[in-house]
């Protein structure tokens, strides 16, 4: 997708502070940190929602929560985390590419997400 900003974070084309990558998923630091951990997953391959993914979608939706502990853990939220994905517009999904945000740290996880 071509303006999609996530696909852009993808191809280099816009920076992020990368985490972690592997053939399917890309994570990154959301600039908008929201807990002493706040990173985003997100499939390489443009995908809209979690409501636009399909049965052919299984092993890169697998990778998305495969790597959230490891992910978690080496932010530096070893004792627990939330993996959330708004969905759609009721879902408060701001940016039309799927992502999984991982929200942790020291400081308990409030309601706000
Ligand atoms: P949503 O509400 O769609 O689930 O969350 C979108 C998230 O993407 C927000 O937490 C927002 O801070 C983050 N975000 C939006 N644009 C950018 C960007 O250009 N770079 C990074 N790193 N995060 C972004
Ligand atoms: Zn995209």
Redesign the pocket.
């Known amino acids: 997708m071509d303006n999609c ?2 696909c852009k ?1 993808v191809r280099g084309e ?1 920076p ?2 990368k985490v972690y990558e592997d053939e399917h998923v890309f994570a ?7 807990r002493p951990v ?1 990173v ?1 997953v997100i499939p390489k391959r443009h995908i809209e929602s979690l409501a636009h993914a399909s049965e052919a979608d299984a092993p890169v939706l697998g990778r998305l929560l495969a790597v959230a502990n490891k992910i978690a853990v080496d932010q530096g939220s070893p004792e627990g985390f939330r993996v ?3 969905t759609g517009r009721i ?6 590419h799927l ?1 999984a ?1 991982i929200v942790g740290g020291d400081a308990p996880v409030g309601p706000m997400l």
Do not use: A, K, T
């Not at 990154?28 to 929201?34: E, K, R, S, T």
């Not at 879902?91 to 039309?96: F, T």
């Open positions: 900003i996530f974070i816009i992020s502070r990154f630091h959301d600039i908008n940190p929201l706040h985003l959330i994905i708004n879902g408060q999904q701001e940016v039309p992502h945000h």
